[in-house]
């Protein structure tokens, strides 16, 4: 698909762009090198019909769809500082029984909360609130419902509970996808009523749901667009994966809490790897993050700076092999 139109980072030049659809495979603090391909496909001449993501994925995504810049992103993230993310009542900081307590209460280290207004006041700089805010079908977003032992697609899931998709706020989404299990609360969900009823005889807490990262059940989800890529519409399917995995992480555990963040990596790195190698119609970025962890929230300005760089040379060499006509790589081998 190939669609004129203009070019914001570059003054608003009329340029010819061939439109892919992209999906952001999640990754904590190392989102930024996300941006950096995302800045090699606009140079490229690359524009994005759709984009879906998990957990970072999913900020990165929501932020191409409220039609922000890589460039922007860039400029966002690293005047970022993500350790205010990390909010908590005094109380809870106690030494040693401070956090555990607030994991029985609350059922995470830190509130979320943080990060939700963050993402918020972003796209409401774009006149975004709401899904019904963008294009239908525009941005997709993936959590897991660990109640009910499901992943979740939103908005669209969430008629399941009785939401309208259409006034479902996208910081909202976002905040469920980034809530890593134990680390961030879980966003609560309200069963829908008819659901409710036929379990009146239940304890209450089996009225709610508890929604959690995305990256639980799918961390990088390529699937999303089988569909659209079988009707046949013409649209390539192009994925950011950040690599780093091949090499062995050492985890320093000294308690539950930190036994629980291990865990979590290492499933975030097993996950959607054979997929990947069965679907040679996805074309996949795969960008190396040099040993930064997920939840590395004191990331230096020049770590961040260099997983940018990691992003923005991952994402030309991969670009400097596709061709813009067809909507695919020059040469069918495994791209590196």
Known sequence: MVLIGT??????????????????EGGGVR???LAGAVRAAEMAGVGFHRVAGTSSGSIVAALIATGYTAL????????????????????????????????LM????????ALE?????????????????LPPGKVRIIASDITNGKLLVLPDDMADYGIDPRRFPVARAIRMSTSIPYFFDPVVLRQPLRTRKARSRE???????????GGLLSNFPLWLFEHDAADGKGVPVIGFQMIGRSEAKHHRISGPITMFQAMFETMLGAHDERYIEEQNWVRT?????MGVGTTQFDLSPEDSAKLYDAGLAAGRKFFGRWDCRTGKLR??????
């Open 285 to 289: 970025i795969r960008i190396p993050t």
């Open 106 to 113: 609350k059922k995470g280290l830190y509130a979320g909360d």
């Open 31 to 33: 989102g930024i090198s």
């Open 72 to 103: 922007e992103m860039k400029d966002i993230i690293q005047s970022t500082p993500f350790r205010t993310f990390m909010q908590r009542a005094p109380i809870f900081n106690v030494r040693l029984i401070g956090p555990a307590v607030r994991i």
């Open 203 to 213: 304890p209450v807490r089996a009225r709610f749901s508890y929604i959690v990262d």
């Open 7 to 24: 070019d914001p980072a570059a003054g608003g030049t009329r340029v010819e762009r061939t439109m892919v659809n992209a999906v952001f």
């Open 331 to 336: 040469t069918e081998k495994p791209f590196p």
């Open 117 to 133: 207004d963050w993402v918020a006041r972003l796209l409401a700089a774009k006149g975004v609130r709401v899904f019904g805010d």
